[in-house]
DNA sequence: GGAGGCTAATTGCAAATTCTGATGCGCAAA
DNA sequence: TTTGCGCATCAGAATTTGCAATTAGCCTCC
């Protein structure tokens, strides 16, 4: 009712043509309006902007100085408005949605960033919801579809779930200062009677342990069960016993010689980063877009 | 009936108070109208669109992710619409309307670009249209209120214009290289027996020659009569006879020999150029702000 | 000087639109 | 279960917009 102006596009619109025509009737025609309309609207907006728009000549109408201020203002309103509406319909056939994601570990080794920043770009209204665990929960996430995908270290989890690897992460075994002396090139039976830091079984470190002293055939003392990386490490510094470290993460701290790594940093053992997804949906778009912006950002083919 | 889109500014207002409120309801007091009301121009948007531009729950709504993106261009459209308002309204008080002014001369000499275009900057309203003419004409014309004000060159025009003296042009006598031996460093006498090329009694130049040989008590024999500064100069060239110019042309072209200057370029007369217009508009708004835009230009007090 | 052609303004009425108030529905908190 | 809040829907009222017909002003051409 009572509102700042009063000004609309269809008027502006009409300004503008009338302008560029020189005449109110040839603007009526091009407008699809009736000569009386586009006179009623040019009066309206002269009213508004309390002075003429045009000089009426016998033979058509000529902008005042005021109206060539003012049109270029005018071209610009409308041609954003333009814009606004081819912004509209470009994004009409766009995939839209939330997408629930499952991280682990340190967000930067899933390249999460590049990733989400790439599928935001070509699909910008997928809106994207990450929620942060150990491989275990996300995976049984996925299984439940409360998550619509994720990421996992560790082999074939299930059945039911599909996989995409992305890469391997090698896992050294990190040693205490302390024990350093007798354990640095040790044997694997050697290792296997030092004590170890056990891993809360639902972290994919647990698996991977266990993995790794199956092959080797040991079966070590563990001094209690852990969930953090961060943890597992403080307590190696501390002394309490071996552990298995992603291999970066071990080379970082054993550069500052916080901890020492046996046989000087050989991977261990491999697990692969893996992103997962309920198998039902193997065809479903939105994965597809998902996989495929994890391809080029992990340089896949 | 079948344009380019139908949108409008008083929906796109609407959309964007209800962004900020997320509430219908309370955008619709903000609006002064009542909810049904915003309801349907928000849908009317979203048809446009082709999209929902909220999310509907209960206790308010919230953007989509298409929303969020075409919200800044409609807050845009609108921040553009407020500055044409407002650019309106700052032109309402603005003086405006038609000025003819006199030229004379050649233009750069009377700094018309600095003015005009500082007359402009100041009041964007007004419109200027020059004539170009010589000092008589352009007199009879301001006079005649033909124009409105304009330039002369020479002393106290006319009982009823009056005057604002911008600066004085010095002129001094051109000789052609043939006559400049013997006429070089002549003394008046000598001057006043060599051949005098006449000058058109509308020009300025004719008073100020006139004015020149009275006070110098000369009656040259004249070899014409030419209205042009361009004409004159070439018939010196050519050798048929001695002329006034203004100080600046004549050093100019005496620079290259093509001419040569009486007694080394010394001024032999001075003429004032003056600012000129009908007495009695002495108190004219309109005058007035001609003259204030002169003085700066001028750097007069 | 008058007729005809061109263009804009005006007027009365019809059509379309926008707005409102009442009502219904869904959800959440009491 | 009830109450409260907020959005959707609907029918009718109010406003706006548009059109057809006509008028009025100006110019040109007979």
Chains 1, 2 share one sequence.
């Not at 606004?84 to 570990?105: C, D, M, N, W, Y």
């Not at 996300?138 to 299984?143: A, D, G, P, Q, Y």
Request: glycine share 8%.
């Amino acid at each position: 009712m009572t509102y700042d102006f009063r000004m609309e596009i269809y008027q502006l619109r009409t300004f503008v043509t009338v302008a560029q025509q020189g005449h109110l009737t040839q603007a009526a025609e091009l407008l699809h309006l009736s000569q009386p309309a586009v006179t009623a609207q040019i009066k309206a907006l002269e009213e508004e902007f309390g002075m003429p728009l045009f000089e009426r000549y016998p033979g058509g109408v000529q902008l005042t100085e005021a109206g060539k201020l003012l049109l270029p203002e005018a071209e610009n309103i409308l041609g954003l408005s333009r814009k606004l509406l081819h912004k509209a319909k470009s994004l009409q056939g766009e995939p839209r949605g939330k997408v629930r994601i499952g991280t682990i570990g340190v967000p930067a080794r899933l390249k999460i960033g590049p990733w989400l920043a790439r599928l935001r770009q070509r699909h910008p209204l997928l809106s994207i919801e990450t929620t942060h665990g150990v491989s275990v929960s996300i995976l049984n996430e996925v299984r439940k579809k409360t998550l619509d995908a994720g990421f996992y270290l560790g082999r074939n989890p299930y059945q039911n779930v599909n996989t995409l690897p992305l890469t391997e992460i090698g896992f050294c075994v990190a040693l205490p200062p302390q024990l350093a002396g007798e354990l640095a090139n040790a044997d694997w039976k050697e290792l296997g009677k030092a004590p170890w830091l056990g891993v809360s079984q639902f972290s994919s470190l647990a698996d991977i342990t266990q993995e790794l002293c199956r092959s080797r055939n040991i079966a070590p003392q563990k001094v209690g069960e852990f969930d953090e990386e961060s943890t597992l490490l403080e307590l190696i510094k501390a002394g309490l016993g071996v552990a298995v470290l992603a291999e970066r993460t071990a080379k970082r701290y054993a550069a500052d010689g916080s901890i020492m790594l046996w046989r000087g940093g050989e991977v261990a053992i491999r697990a692969p980063l893996q992103f997962i997804y309920s198998a039902e949906r193997e065809d479903d778009a939105l994965i597809g877009m998902l996989k495929g912006a994890l391809r080029q950002v992990w340089d896949l083919p």
